[in-house]
């Protein structure tokens, strides 16, 4: 491994800017050590007047014991001595310290710690001369060093105004780490103080600055497994990756990939003939957080905190798909919160006696407070001043010479002249900053990336996932299946619905004309209300099916148990699974749109399945369902739709949630009747008092349709219904029909 290097920020300004901000950093590193010093007397101090020695040694002697601890007690809370550093002892020391803060009292240390973050926040000044004459800016550190939250919050918010959001959040940027420093030290919110001495003493963070919130309690929100599944390009076209190893081919893959929870594994063989291995990850995706990718600010925020994350598992179950030899020389390059991710990696033991990670590349990526396992991993980071993202480790672009963590590292903090966030955080960006801007920088890089510049053997994306996501329809849907003949084709039993919506819709008819329904089954008792039989008119859209996509409109007559029929019989039924169910819904016409499911209807469950052109859909509340004749002259598949013949159509009305339950449908051939079970799942809705209206057109057409014709006969035309049960999510699994002896 060559020499390690260290590149400086590259800083335009006026001449002796960058003496007098060298001079400014020297001194916020000299009094960030006196407040070290000064936090240690008061801990100290407050550690003996709390020690259940002193107070034996008290009562004791008490006349000198007494005098002794109300010396202590005004070293730690008079102004002149240590200021209000009470809350540097433990127990009730403690809590009370930390009750004097939120009463506005400061400890001496905080303020000299206060002073350093200034002097830092004086050497970006030094470099970044607009930012002090940018009267918004000014107003807002005033605000913050003066400890004036409400002023701050006005000034922050005039910023926001008058440069919008993106210019004023990279306006701020060179000192957030500072602001966000002196704002935790200063403000009456105890939590965060520990943040501040954190940020102001160089130290690695383990909460956010503003509001003390511990990482622990941040990384829950990114909970999950993690998982890998490999992703080949779409269509025909290859993935639009370099075919040659470098930086600049690396950081365009990256690019190519975007942020919707991508990464790549490339075997690449350089120079040497050596096949070597690169892992390239994106940063996190603009937005709210989302539950199906490890790519966004939450698992930002997380990584930063919690080197095991959703990203950094599901990296390592994309390494063990993608079988990378143990011993195998690895480089990481990575982009925002990829760059993060990868030094999570870099810096596990178990992952670096695993692989030789020889090189890690984190581009815009806050990465300050960690370090790789093997010290030979030769690390180079590349931050733009103006990004507010590699700012959020507590180390921004004032201590970046205050506090050197990695001397050996290869960094380059720089200047440009994309002053809007995030737009200055964008890999687009960045590589046109290396392209033009930075071609040394890219030299550099590019040189100590020798063994991997050559061709790109094999490339392999993969999809991350915080979680691993079941099979589809899991439960439900994941049972054995077993093909079957049909006259359309091979099908698999159980029929399996993915996304359907359903809607059944239930109407009472005069019992004489349920029975001619019935006529060629005597034997069937349709189920009563009262004087009255139920009907159901069934509509569904079924948009995902094991027998394809297709539209179903049904009409059955409830029935009770076909051996021993009992009044009353469907209400006691419900109760019952429906595989011990004896009533079920006899299937008197059916109307499908696809051969698939005409066949599978007629020759597996016996129904007398016709194909028509049929639309069903349930928008919001309001439901559309029309069964309409061909067009005049229309014939074949996809023939267009002419006037309608049933149309179920009207607003649903108010609901409430139901139950799904599992129905039995009776169907018949000539020997038997064939009974089948629905299993079906989903938010079910119950409307009693629904608006839609059914209507049958008149004409011979209607006669023809049989739907419409047995619509007609039960006196449904234009009736409406008594209730409605909805689902705009339905699944369901539908098995073969059993034939019985009736």
């Given at each position: 491994?060559?020499?390690?290097?260290?590149?400086?920020a590259?800083?335009?300004?006026?001449?002796?800017?960058?003496?007098?901000?060298?001079l400014?950093?020297?001194?916020?590193?000299?009094?960030s050590r006196?407040?070290?010093?000064?936090?240690?007397?008061?801990?100290r101090?407050?550690?003996?007047?709390?020690?259940?020695?002193?107070?034996?040694?008290?009562?004791?002697h008490?006349?000198?014991?007494?005098?002794?601890?109300?010396?202590?007690?005004?070293?730690?809370?008079?102004?002149?001595g240590?200021?209000?550093a009470?809350?540097?002892?433990?127990?009730?020391?403690r809590?009370?310290?930390?009750?004097?803060?939120?009463?506005?009292?400061?400890?001496?240390?905080?303020?000299?710690?206060?002073?350093?973050?200034?002097?830092?926040?004086?050497?970006?000044?030094?470099?970044?001369p607009?930012l002090e004459?940018?009267?918004?800016?000014?107003r807002?550190?005033?605000?913050?060093?003066g400890?004036?939250?409400?002023?701050?919050l006005?000034?922050?918010?005039?910023?926001?105004?008058?440069?919008?959001?993106?210019?004023?959040?990279?306006?701020?940027?060179?000192?957030?780490?500072?602001?966000?420093a002196?704002?935790?030290?200063?403000?009456?919110?105890?939590?965060?103080?520990?943040?501040?001495?954190q940020?102001?003493?160089?130290?690695?963070l383990?909460?956010?600055?503003?509001?003390?919130?511990?990482?622990?309690?941040?990384?829950?929100?990114?909970?999950?497994?993690?998982?890998?599944?490999?992703?080949?390009?779409?269509?025909?076209?290859?993935w639009p990756?370099?075919?040659?190893?470098?930086?600049?081919?690396?950081?365009?893959?990256?690019?190519?990939?975007?942020?919707?929870?991508?990464?790549?594994?490339?075997d690449?063989?350089?120079?040497d003939?050596?096949?070597?291995?690169?892992?390239?990850?994106?940063g996190?995706?603009?937005?709210?957080?989302?539950?199906?990718?490890?790519?966004d600010?939450?698992?930002?925020?997380?990584?930063?905190?919690?080197?095991?994350?959703?990203?950094t598992?599901?990296?390592?179950?994309?390494?063990d798909?993608?079988?990378?030899?143990?011993?195998?020389?690895?480089?990481?390059?990575?982009?925002?919160e990829?760059?993060?991710?990868?030094?999570?990696?870099?810096?596990?033991?178990?992952?670096?006696?695993?692989?030789?990670?020889?090189?890690?590349?984190?581009?815009?990526?806050?990465?300050d407070?960690?370090?790789?396992?093997?010290p030979r991993?030769?690390?180079?980071?590349?931050?733009n001043?103006?990004?507010?993202?590699?700012?959020?480790?507590?180390?921004?672009?004032?201590?970046?010479?205050?506090?050197?963590?990695?001397?050996?590292?290869?960094?380059?903090?720089?200047i440009?002249?994309?002053?809007?966030?995030?737009l200055?955080h964008?890999l687009?960006?960045?590589?046109?900053?290396?392209?033009?801007d930075?071609?040394d920088?890219?030299?550099?890089?590019?040189?100590?990336?020798?063994?991997?510049?050559?061709p790109?053997?094999?490339?392999q994306v993969?999809?991350?996932?915080?979680?691993?996501?079941?099979?589809?329809?899991?439960?439900l849907?994941?049972?054995p299946?077993?093909?079957?003949?049909?006259?359309?084709?091979?099908?698999e039993?159980?029929?399996?619905?993915?996304?359907?919506?359903?809607?059944?819709?239930?109407?009472?008819?005069?019992?004489?004309?349920?029975?001619?329904?019935?006529?060629?089954?005597?034997?069937?008792?349709?189920?009563?209300?009262?004087?009255?039989v139920?009907?159901a008119?069934?509509?569904?859209?079924?948009?995902?099916?094991?027998?394809?996509?297709?539209?179903?409109?049904?009409?059955?007559?409830?029935?009770?148990?076909?051996?021993?029929?009992?009044?009353?019989?469907?209400?006691?039924?419900?109760?019952r699974?429906?595989?011990t169910?004896?009533?079920?819904?006899q299937?008197?016409?059916?109307?499908?749109?696809?051969?698939?499911?005409?066949?599978?209807?007629?020759?597996?469950?016996?129904q007398?399945?016709?194909?028509?052109?049929?639309?069903?859909?349930?928008?919001?509340?309001?439901l559309?369902?029309?069964?309409?004749?061909?067009?005049?002259?229309?014939?074949g598949?996809?023939?267009?739709?002419?006037?309608?013949?049933?149309?179920?159509?009207?607003?649903?009305?108010?609901?409430v949630?139901a139950p799904?339950?599992?129905?039995?449908?009776?169907?018949?051939?000539?020997?038997?009747?064939?009974?089948s079970?629905?299993?079906?799942?989903?938010?079910?809705?119950?409307?009693?008092?629904?608006?839609v209206?059914?209507?049958?057109?008149?004409?011979?057409?209607?006669q023809?349709?049989?739907?419409a014709?047995?619509?007609?006969?039960?006196?449904?035309?234009?009736?409406?219904?008594?209730?409605?049960?909805?689902?705009?999510?339905?699944?369901a699994?539908?098995?073969?029909?059993?034939?019985?002896p009736?």
């Open positions: 491994m060559g020499s390690h290097h260290h590149a400086g590259e800083h335009p300004g006026e001449s002796g800017a960058a003496d007098t901000a060298r400014l950093r020297e001194a916020a590193f000299e009094v006196s407040a070290r010093e000064v936090r240690g007397v008061a801990a101090t407050g550690a003996l007047l709390g020690s259940s020695g002193f107070t034996r040694s008290t009562l004791r008490p006349r000198t014991g007494l005098a002794a601890q109300w010396a202590l007690v005004r070293a730690l809370t008079n102004g002149a240590l200021g209000f009470l809350g540097a002892g433990d127990g009730a020391l809590r009370m310290g930390q009750a004097g803060e939120v009463c506005g009292r400061e400890s001496l240390a905080n303020r000299v710690a206060v002073t350093s973050l200034r002097l830092r926040a004086g050497a970006v000044l030094a470099h970044h607009e004459r940018d009267p918004g800016m000014r807002l550190m005033e605000a913050v060093t400890d004036r939250d409400v002023e701050a006005r000034a922050l918010r005039s910023l926001l105004k008058d440069k919008g959001a993106e210019r004023a959040m990279s306006t701020i940027a060179p000192l957030f780490a500072e602001l966000s002196i704002r935790a030290l200063l403000d009456e919110n105890p939590l965060n103080d520990e943040v501040g001495w940020i102001a003493t160089g130290e690695a383990h909460a956010d600055p503003w509001f003390g919130i511990s990482a622990r309690h941040l990384a829950a929100f990114d909970a999950g497994e993690g998982a890998a599944v490999p992703v080949e390009p779409d269509g025909d076209q290859p990756f370099a075919a040659e190893g470098s930086l600049m081919g690396f950081l365009r893959n990256i690019d190519a990939l975007g942020t919707d929870g991508r990464i790549l594994i490339q690449v063989r350089g120079p003939g050596v096949v070597r291995h690169v892992l390239q990850a994106p996190m995706a603009p937005g709210k957080p989302r539950n199906d990718s490890p790519q600010f939450v698992g930002a925020w997380s990584n930063l905190f919690d080197p095991e994350s959703p990203y598992r599901g990296i390592l179950l994309a390494i798909e993608y079988g990378l030899p143990a011993g195998a020389d690895l480089a990481l390059v990575g982009h925002s990829g760059g993060i991710a990868l030094m999570n990696l870099a810096q596990n033991d178990g992952f670096c006696r695993r692989f030789r990670v020889t090189h890690v590349v984190a581009v815009g990526s806050p990465i407070n960690k370090r790789p396992a093997d991993t030769w690390v180079a980071s590349v931050t001043q103006h990004d507010l993202v590699p700012t959020l480790d507590g180390r921004g672009a004032g201590s970046g010479s205050v506090f050197t963590p990695h001397p050996d590292w290869y960094e380059v903090d720089y440009d002249s994309s002053h809007d966030f995030p200055c964008s687009g960006t960045y590589l046109g900053n290396l392209e033009a930075l071609p920088a890219r030299h550099d890089i590019d040189e100590a990336l020798t063994p991997y510049r050559g790109v053997l094999r490339s993969y999809q991350l996932k915080d979680r691993a996501n079941p099979p589809q329809g899991y439960p849907l994941t049972v299946v077993a093909p079957v003949a049909t006259s359309a084709g091979p099908a039993l159980p029929v399996r619905y993915y996304d359907s919506t359903a809607v059944v819709a239930v109407f009472a008819v005069e019992p004489g004309r349920a029975a001619s329904l019935l006529s060629d089954t005597s034997w069937m008792s349709p189920t009563r209300i009262g004087r009255r139920l009907v008119l069934s509509a569904y859209e079924h948009r995902c099916a094991s027998v394809g996509p297709y539209n179903e409109l049904s009409l059955a007559v409830l029935v009770n148990d076909l051996w021993r029929p009992r009044a009353h019989d469907v209400l006691r039924e419900l109760l699974r429906a595989d169910r004896r009533t079920g819904r299937v008197t016409a059916l109307a499908v749109t696809s051969p698939e499911a005409e066949a599978v209807s007629r020759e597996v469950w016996g007398p399945a016709t194909r028509a052109s049929l639309d069903v859909r349930l928008t919001a509340n309001r559309h369902a029309v069964l309409a004749a061909p067009a005049p002259g229309a014939t598949e996809g023939a267009k739709a002419g006037r309608p013949l049933v149309t179920l159509t009207g607003d649903l009305g108010p609901y949630p799904h339950v599992d129905c039995v449908l009776y169907g018949r051939t000539a020997e038997a009747t064939l009974r079970m629905v299993h079906c799942a989903g938010r079910q809705r119950f409307h009693a008092a629904p608006r209206r059914l209507r049958c057109a008149p004409g011979q057409a209607a023809d349709e049989p739907l014709r047995q619509v007609r006969a039960l006196g449904l035309d234009g009736a409406r219904p008594l209730c409605v049960l909805s689902a705009p999510e339905y699944q699994r539908r098995g073969a029909g059993a034939p019985l009736r």
